[in-house]
């Protein structure tokens, strides 16, 4: 491969000509990938995109990814356009991140070719366009913005390497739009970083008279350009995104680098496409190693040899970066250390080696280049056998998911369209694609409203949502939430198509009124059994977590009951969908007893009301059964998953049938409605960082709510109606959203409590 210095004004067509093919080449490899059908239909992650831009597509602007303060809305934004102009769908969605991808194709080519040559230019583009596995599938996979601000990346060091070896004549315009281009990269995701830190490094060690200019200001004020969406959402957010830059693990970046290059770096050239998953083991294990001997670890080899080179400069007191290919090798030598002594460094996640592949991409041409000028017939060789590779585990990948069915969440739309269900209940990874997919036609959202709340607000408010779950992801599984249901007293046969499993048309809970508690006694095997009845979160009872644990309750007189519920205090550490086996029994002698409800996989936060089945934030746990007239029940509770807290009861209310819903005073009421608008404050931002994502989420959501007032009307309303459950999970929920389960939020009440002599 000979260089551009021997040819001085070579014709531009021929390279236009590769630069196109390599283009197309992109999109051919792509759109290949696209084919398979485990990608004919979005992933969770990818529906936020579709959902963002369907957004967009209303007037509903949007500047970050929701939940999520550390990507942009780039993608949504050409997703938008080319949903106006072709209509909404999946490969819509996917064809939007391909043009996107399409300018990282010129941002290699413009990198390689400062250095080495326009011919190396178009080697390191057409690497990038027939790439490993790895980078391919982050090329279709819409998660939001790491590739668009990669190949951002990509440019502004191709951008360092012309002002620091070449600069044009109107360098300060050329600093300015590098500075918006980093910006917008900034905006997209925060993988930019290392490659923003590699290029300025790179560009002040090599011309540090630059620095003395104008050119710092202006690329400074096109960051703050290009950044502008990412700044203004800060601004209005507590700057969270400043979170997600922290974790600094420097002191493991040795370990760290140890676990990467088996985990991440070596796989992401191999063969791998995620976390954890990877076509290599589907080929003979010489071909991956040829591919990182005789290719990559040269490339590496480069990188050495560079430091050997800045040293030697050095001693001579000679500036060591003298030319693009040195920069190139600093970028690789500082994501490299960002990589693994960043707060991620620790975690075996693939896409967050993405920015490495643009170093490495142009030191494998480099090497590539220099073996072609040794022996042009091995170097061309090599150049073949590495495409020839890539393209191997590509067709690896597609015969691997052949037999996936193609588009199943067509099935289980066709079915909830025919039974006239248009919202459901689902873990997010199952509710966000069948809400795009759907184009909206189904809402279903995420248990707890995560990535955006505003979506479970319109569940809620449906008059009968069904349950959407899904056998492979198993979130929860189909088989542990039907147990569940049964110990609800709700089961139904479910629908089954395809993976999904969906629960719908659920009957009506019957009507309940609560039975006073002031003449109850209770007795149990360890704790203070008169702790679940004074009404009082404060105080709990709780198992034992190695052996079975009792509590028995003497009503006094024989009552019917149909329903119990029971409170954990507000410092508990149990979660929603955490399973516990409990059971109930019943007696009116206290000798012969006899099943009312319960048993093994009782979920923790299920609750029945009207048509309604809903995984309640407050993780109480619920029994509804036919109405049995008893005077002593006694809870069974046996030890289950160690990993779990012991199971705690804060208050405990049982209910009977009623022929219709039960009144409360007025003033109780006024108190509840009051206190629970005050509490609506902590969703005012439905698309911010989900709470549970970052103690600093948590922190700024609970700064948007007016603690005191919250807390002040629902003890109002206990102490008015201190048998109506209402107020007391509401506390329970306000303890657990403020992040301050201690303190004023505890649930201790001024008003007198139950005599129970």
Known sequence: MTSDADHPHPRRWPIALGLAGCVALYWVVRLWLISCPSLSQVDYDEAVTGLMALEILQGKHQLLFWGQPYMGTLEAY????????????????????????????????????????????????????????????????????????????????????RLAFDPPPRAGLWALGLGVVGGLGLWSSLLILPLVAASLLGLCLARPSWLVGRGPWLAGLGLLLGAAPLLVWNAEHHWLTLVQVGGSQLSRAWSNA?????????????????????????????????????????????????????????????????????LVALALWVLLLLHASSGHGHKAILRYATPLMVPVTVLAALWLGKVNRWRPLVGAG???????????????????????????????????????????????????????????????????GARNLSHLRQVDAAEQPAWVTHKRLAVPAPTMLGQALRRL????????????????DFDPAPAFSPLPSHSWHGEATQGEAAAVLDRNLDTAW?????????????????????????????????????????????????KTWQTLAGGEGCMAGLTWRGKRVKLDPVPALEFTFPARTVRWLRLEIKPGNPSWPPLEIAELFLYQPEAGPSLW?????????????????????????????????????????????????FKQAACVAPEWERPYRLLLEAARKSNRPHGSLRGSFPCPQPDRS
């Open 78 to 161: 050409l997703a938008a356009l080319l949903f106006k102009l072709f209509g909404p769908s999946t490969l819509m969605l996917r064809l939007s991140l391909l043009v996107y991808g399409s300018a990282g194709v010129l941002a290699l080519y413009s990198l390689g070719r400062a250095a080495g040559g326009r011919r190396l230019g178009l080697l390191a583009a057409c690497l990038w366009s027939l790439p490993p596995l790895f980078l391919s599938f982050q090329g279709v996979y819409v998660t939001g913005g790491h590739l668009e601000a990669v190949v951002a990346g990509a440019l502004l060091l191709a951008g360092a390497c």
């Open 665 to 713: 005073p007025q003033d109780a009421e006024q108190h509840v409605e009051l206190g629970r608008q005050a509490l609506d404050a902590w969703e005012s931002r439905p698309t911010a960082p989900f709470p549970a994502g970052h103690a600093a989420f948590a922190r700024f959501w609970a700064s948007q709510v007016n603690w005191s007032k919250v807390v002040r009307h």
């Open 258 to 326: 140890g676990m990467l290059i088996s985990n991440v770096w070596a796989p992401m050239l191999t063969g791998a496409w995620w976390d954890g998953r990877s076509v290599a083991g589907q080929m003979p294990s010489l071909v991956p190693m040829a591919a990182l001997v005789l290719i990559y670890l040269p490339a590496l080899g480069l990188a050495v040899a560079s430091l050997v080179g800045w040293a030697r400069r050095a001693w001579k007191r000679q500036n060591p970066w003298q030319s693009p290919a040195d």
């Open 382 to 448: 090599l150049v073949v056998g590495l495409l020839v590779f890539n393209l191997y585990t590509h067709h690896l990948y597609l015969e691997r998911f052949a037999g996936t069915p193609h588009r199943p969440v067509e099935a289980v739309l066709e079915v909830l369209a025919d039974k006239g269900v248009d919202f459901g209940y689902a873990h997010g990874r199952v509710a966000l694609p069948l809400t795009f997919e759907s184009q909206g036609k189904v809402m279903a959202a995420d248990f707890f």
């Open 489 to 504: 007293g709700v089961w139904k046969k479910p629908l089954e198509v395809e993976q999904y499993v969906v629960w719908h």
């Open 542 to 590: 709780q198992g034992s977590p190695d052996r079975p644990s009792h509590l028995r309750l003497d009503l006094g007189a024989p009552q019917p009951v149909a329903r119990i519920s029971l409170l954990p205090g507000p410092a508990w550490r149990g979660k929603s969908g955490m399973l516990y086996n409990l059971t109930v029994e019943g007696s009116l002698d206290g």
